[in-house]
Structures are given as structure tokens and as C-alpha cells.
């Protein structure tokens, strides 16, 4: 798979705050997933408009502060097809820092 420079800043990031960060393709749109410290996990996946984002849960909101940011990414849940919101591009690259910094 062919990555751009952003991406591939994402996806590093990503496996530094990730002890398990690997490929995942539990559905198509899915690339990576990890956990972050404490068991969490992140996914990084193809968006509805065909771009690359991560999603996350409720409690990683809370731990790291996340929604101090504007979501700017829409993709499919899991199994019942409902719509999940995250973060992409530089976003994301700021969401992934912040991340590390309170690791």
C-alpha cells in the first residue's frame, strides 16, 4: 500500500503511542488498529469520502482530552453500518501528539 508523506507521519506516530499497532482489516475500510496504553484501542481507516482518519472511543476522549478537536472525518462503524466521526489529516496529526504527550 502506497502512503503519503501525512500518512506515513500517522501511521508513525501511531505505532510509537501503540505497543500492538498493526495492519487490521476486519471490514474493507479498515487499514490499522492498536490499543494505546491502559487498552484502548484506535483505528485508522478509509473514510466516506475515500480519505484515511481514526476513530476512537469514549474513554480515550476523556483520557486525552480529544474533543478540544474539531472532527473532520466520517466513516462506517463495526457491524450495524451507523456513521462514527474522527479526525484526519493535520487534525489528526495534532489529536496523535496530543496523545503522546499525555502518554
Known sequence: MEHSKSELQI?????RICPDFSEYSFLKIDKYKGSLYGGYNIYYKRGSNGELGMVTGKRNHEKYGLDDFDK???TIAMLDGSEEEGWTGEVLLSVLKRIEERS
Not at 11 to 15: A, W
Open 11 to 15: 501511521i508513525e506516530l501511531m505505532k
Open 72 to 74: 473532520n472525518f466520517k
